[in-house]
């Protein structure tokens, strides 16, 4: 099994798994590792603890590219920088063309060649002169990517009424279905406002609550056969 660390990205703030490969990396260390957008920066936050090193933690590990150089560093930041020029001018071409969609958030692929627009609306949008315009500004490939509300407040986060930072922008790798029955069975009064996050969908923590009390039945249960 491959050495895994663990470490924060620098970007969303989570929590990552990442095989050290043949990197001497120690705790504060700032690397450059695999995602979805050719690079992050993440900070290895920890390099011993039996979380890094579950078997289930080397699966969905990502991989430690190099240490991250100065150059490195200079450049997310740059890229950060024109990721929120371009979003305040694809925000004004939104209005401009009077569009019924919402502008979540801009991310840029590491080499610069490529652009994503992540947007929520009620339905499908005709954003064809949209893409020219971020086009013709951006002078790179342009994606206009629809997510959903759950998706938005992962990306964007915040706290839940717990007061900790959202499950879903935390630590959550996949949403799970989460229905009115899982609060039914925990006999949690059904109000809409008292188990609804941020996104307006039923509360992720309800799935883990119901998980939890099915463990404490299973063990009670135990210890009254004993």
Request: glycine share 8%; proline share 1%.
């Given at each position: 099994?491959?050495?895994?660390?663990?470490?924060?990205?620098?970007?969303?703030?989570?929590?990552?798994?990442?095989?050290?490969?043949?990197e001497?990396?120690?705790?504060g260390?700032?690397?450059?590792?695999?995602?979805?957008?050719?690079g992050d920066?993440?900070?290895?936050?920890d390099?011993?603890?039996?979380?890094?090193h579950v078997h289930?933690?080397?699966r969905g590990?990502?991989?430690?590219i190099?240490?991250?150089?100065?150059e490195?560093?200079?450049?997310?930041?740059?890229?950060?920088?024109?990721?929120r020029?371009?979003?305040d001018?694809c925000?004004?071409?939104?209005?401009?063309?009077?569009?019924?969609?919402?502008l979540?958030?801009?991310?840029?692929?590491?080499?610069?060649?490529?652009?994503?627009?992540?947007?929520?609306?009620?339905?499908?949008?005709?954003f064809?002169q949209?893409?020219k315009?971020?086009?013709?500004?951006?002078?790179m490939?342009?994606e206009?990517?629809?997510?959903?509300?759950?998706?938005?407040?992962?990306m964007?986060?915040?706290?839940?009424?717990?007061?900790?930072?959202?499950?879903?922008f935390?630590?959550?790798?996949?949403?799970?279905?989460?229905?009115?029955?899982?609060?039914?069975?925990?006999?949690?009064?059904?109000?809409?406002?008292?188990?609804?996050?941020?996104c307006?969908?039923?509360?992720?923590?309800?799935?883990?609550?119901?998980?939890?009390?099915?463990?404490?039945?299973i063990?009670?249960?135990?210890?009254?056969?004993?």
């Amino acid at each position: 099994m491959a050495e895994v660390v663990c470490l924060v990205s620098e970007s969303t703030g989570k929590l990552l798994r990442a095989a050290r490969g043949e990197e001497n990396v120690v705790r504060g260390d700032v690397c450059l590792v695999e995602s979805e957008l050719g690079g992050d920066l993440a900070k290895v936050v920890d390099i011993s603890s039996e979380v890094c090193h579950v078997h289930k933690a080397s699966r969905g590990a990502v991989k430690i590219i190099r240490k991250a150089t100065d150059e490195d560093i200079k450049k997310f930041e740059w890229l950060k920088q024109k990721e929120r020029r371009a979003y305040d001018f694809c925000l004004s071409r939104i209005r401009a063309r009077s569009l019924p969609m919402k502008l979540v958030a801009v991310r840029y692929f590491f080499n610069e060649k490529k652009g994503i627009f992540f947007y929520t609306a009620d339905g499908r949008i005709d954003f064809r002169q949209l893409v020219k315009d971020l086009a013709k500004e951006l002078k790179m490939r342009i994606e206009m990517r629809q997510i959903g509300v759950r998706d938005e407040a992962k990306m964007i986060g915040g706290l839940g009424v717990c007061g900790r930072s959202l499950c879903c922008f935390s630590f959550m790798k996949a949403f799970e279905p989460v229905t009115i029955q899982k609060a039914r069975r925990q006999h949690i009064v059904i109000n809409p406002t008292k188990i609804s996050g941020l996104c307006g969908r039923l509360m992720c923590c309800l799935a883990f609550e119901e998980e939890s009390r099915g463990r404490m039945y299973i063990e009670e249960e135990s210890l009254i056969e004993d």
